[in-house]
C-alpha cells in the first residue's frame, strides 16, 4: 500500500450479523499504527486510537450509525497532520496523526467486516 497526505481509502463491505466489533488499521505495521478505527456494537460507539508498541489514549465517538448485517462505504482522508473518516450517514470524524508519519504502508482489516472492495485515490 502506498498511502500519503491527501490520498483517500474507499473501503465497502458487509458487517457480520453476529460480530461485536471490527477493525480497520492504517499506519506503518500491525504493531505500529498511525489509526485504529474499530466500532465497537456491544459498547455504541467507535473507538479510535494510535498504536506505537502501546496503545495511546482512546478517541471515542458516540455516532455508531450503522449497525450489523449492514453494507457500508467508509472513507478514510489522510490528511497528513489528521484523518477525516466519513461515516455512510455522511456524519465526518476527525482523529490526529500522533504519530506524524507522513507515508502508510500497511492496511488491515480484521473481526466481522468482509471487505467487498477498496480502492485509494
Keep these: ?14 458487517i457480520s ?4 466489533n471490527f477493525v480497520i488499521n492504517l ?8 489509526f485504529h478505527f474499530n466500532p ?17 489514549q482512546e478517541q ?4 455508531l450509525n450503522f449497525h450489523r448485517g449492514s453494507e457500508v462505504k467508509i472513507t478514510v482522508t489522510f490528511e497528513g497532520d489528521w484523518f477525516k473518516v466519513k461515516l455512510p450517514d455522511g456524519y465526518i470524524l476527525t482523529f490526529p496523526n500522533r504519530l506524524g508519519h507522513t507515508h502508510l504502508d500497511y492496511l488491515g482489516v480484521k473481526g466481522g467486516f468482509k471487505v467487498s472492495s477498496f480502492k485509494f485515490n
Design 1 to 14: 500500500m502506498d498511502m500519503k497526505s491527501g490520498t483517500t481509502l474507499t473501503i465497502k463491505g458487509k
Design 17 to 20: 450479523n453476529d460480530t461485536d
Design 27 to 34: 499506519g506503518q505495521s500491525a504493531d505500529k499504527l498511525n
Design 40 to 56: 465497537r456494537f456491544n459498547e455504541s460507539t467507535i473507538v479510535c486510537n494510535t498504536r506505537d508498541g502501546a496503545w495511546g
Design 60 to 63: 471515542r465517538e458516540n455516532h
